[in-house]
């Protein structure tokens, strides 16, 4: 499997894989080939409970191609808990700011046409 | 670094930036034309061309460089086609200097074009987000709005400042695009008006959006001696810096600040050898209000957080403390993103040379562009001054 191939596969499950950096310990988005803070290209695969708290979102209303059957939707970036990590996704079912404070516990709950989703915990 | 040569900017012309009729090859040669007459120079003295396009593809022309060169009557002169997002107008005009201030040409043509809007709102959304990090961004529904919309949440709930703040930058930007004649949205706005405008992706409504623009922008770079052998008004590139971001912001360690901008801009104030206080005006990438007031955070026009005040004091207006954005910016004056790096440019020259008529800003000496792709996953900085 392709890393994002992995990355869709354990999303479905409700995880995120990340990358741990075998030289300084740093912690990547699975995408990563060299850890950006010591230029290793060791790591180890750690999988996280994809579950963390609103940092912030949007609500669009003025969609791309494909997701107008689904507008308005939020695209919300996630902070992990226990990590420094973010993780964006699609959360569908909010349609004002009122539904969403920033800070709004959610977590992964899958992978399909629109990307990773993300619920409200 | 060292240089062999001094770089000056020798001429510069654009279209209208708007919904245009012309095709994207006419525009990029009736830019190109403009600037090479300004320059009063024959398109035999350019030795080579740099094309920033993005979308070139969405109007039936990629590869446009030899397209221009041949209309030019200098078909065998070589061009490169660069695309870096909204800001491939800045990155192309930084690979034309650094050929000039490395000797290896005297002359070159750097032209910049978008031709999209007869593509519609929901297929120009559509391109535009494939500028993002599509795994993370656009697959998941990411728009350009969006992203910068989540931007300015966060900016919200760090400062505690409103969406009023916000629209104060458009109400600013408007007032300077009313000044000029080849704005897209030639019209003064009030905060209600935008606050009053249909939400695009909360908290940005439409007037807080650049519009989605066709436009094609020029200029002629050369070698100090060579403006000096050709006669004319030149202004020089004193500064040139470029810096990158982790391509989706979710990587930031801040979602307030564009890292590349900070880099870039410590680059060409280095080079430049002043500060940012030494600036008298800049061209700033605005294609959002948040936009607006991190990128004058991050130019260190002002201290993170610090933005909207500023705003709010009128300190950004024309001829206040520092103009921002006299040509109206992205805001107002439009966005053809493979053109809008090389406008501010074009903007640059005509305020230096005196050229920017109702809009002139006051006694100017320094000028600087700042324009990134996408939520800055890339930028370009240049400092201007006049001779």
């Known amino acids: 499997m392709s890393i994002e191939e992995q990355v869709i596969e354990n ?47 949007t609500i669009i209303t003025v969609p791309p191609a494909g997701f107008e059957k689904y507008t308005p939707y939020a695209f919300v970036v996630l902070k992990l808990n226990n990590s420094d990590l973010r993780i964006s996704g699609f959360m569908g079912g909010i349609t004002t700011p009122a539904d969403l404070p920033v800070g709004t516990p959610a977590k992964i709950t899958g992978f399909d046409e629109r990307g990773i989703v993300i619920e409200k915990q | 670094m060292t240089f062999v040569e001094k770089v000056c900017v020798l001429g510069a012309g654009s279209t209208k930036y708007g919904k245009l009729a012309d095709s994207i090859a006419d ?45 030019l ?3 065998d002169k070589p061009s490169l086609t660069i695309e870096s997002a909204c800001g491939s107008g800045s990155v192309s005009f930084r690979e034309a200097y650094a050929n000039v201030a490395a000797g ?18 929901e297929w120009t959304t559509t391109y535009f987000a494939y500028c993002s990090d599509f795994f993370y961004e656009a697959q998941a529904g990411a728009s350009f709005p969006g992203l910068f919309a989540s931007m300015a949440r966060a900016y919200m ?3 505690n400042t409103t969406e009023e703040d916000f629209a104060r930058v458009a109400v600013k930007n408007h007032d300077n695009g009313v000044l000029n004649p080849k704005a897209h949205m030639q019209k003064k706005i009030t905060v209600d008006d935008v606050l ?7 908290p940005l409504k439409l007037f807080d959006c650049c519009p989605f623009s066709d436009g094609a922008s020029s200029v002629i770079l050369c070698s100090e001696k060579f403006a000096k052998e050709h006669g004319g008004d030149y202004v020089e590139v004193i500064g040139s810096g470029r810096g990158g971001s ?34 008298d005006f800049a061209e700033v990438h605005d294609c959002f209000t948040i936009a607006e007031v991190v990128d004058t955070e991050d130019l260190g026009f002002f201290e993170k957080g610090q933005g909207v005040q500023a705003v709010r004091e009128g300190r950004t207006a024309l001829n206040s403390d520092i103009s921002i954005n006299p040509s109206g910016g992205l805001k107002s004056k439009g966005h053809p993103i493979g053109a809008t790096g090389v406008g501010q440019v074009v903007e640059v020259y005509d305020q230096l040379t005196g050229n920017a008529g109702e809009r002139t800003v006051k006694d100017a000496k320094i000028g600087l562009t700042h324009n990134f792709g996408a939520t800055g996953a890339s930028c370009a900085v240049h400092v201007f001054q006049s001779v």
Request: proline letters at 3%.
């Open chain 2, 157 to 159: 709930t760090e400062f």
């Open chain 2, 246 to 279: 982790s391509a989706a912001l979710q990587g930031r360690d801040h979602m307030t600040t564009i890292p590349s901008t900070k880099l870039a801009a410590a680059d060409a104030y280095k080079m430049a050898g002043i500060t940012a206080k030494d600036v």
């Open chain 2, 104 to 121: 290896f040409y005297d002359c070159l043509l750097v032209t910049g074009v978008e031709k999209v809007t007869h593509t519609g709102t």
């Open chain 1, 11 to 57: 999303a479905k499950n409700g995880k995120l894989l990340t990358h741990k950096c075998t030289g300084c310990g740093f912690l990547h988005l699975s995408t990563a080939y060299f850890c950006r803070k010591c230029g290793s290209k060791g790591f180890e695969d750690v999988l996280l409970e994809g579950v963390g708290e609103v940092a912030t979102y």
């Open chain 2, 196 to 202: 009053n405008s249909a939400v695009v992706a909360s």
């Open chain 2, 27 to 71: 525009i990029t040669t009736q830019a190109s034309v403009s600037a090479i007459e300004s320059a009063g120079i024959s398109p035999k003295d350019i030795k080579a061309s740099y094309i920033s396009n993005v979308f070139g593809v969405a109007d039936k022309q990629v590869h446009i460089g030899p397209v221009l060169m041949s209309r």
């Open chain 2, 73 to 75: 009557g200098i078909p």
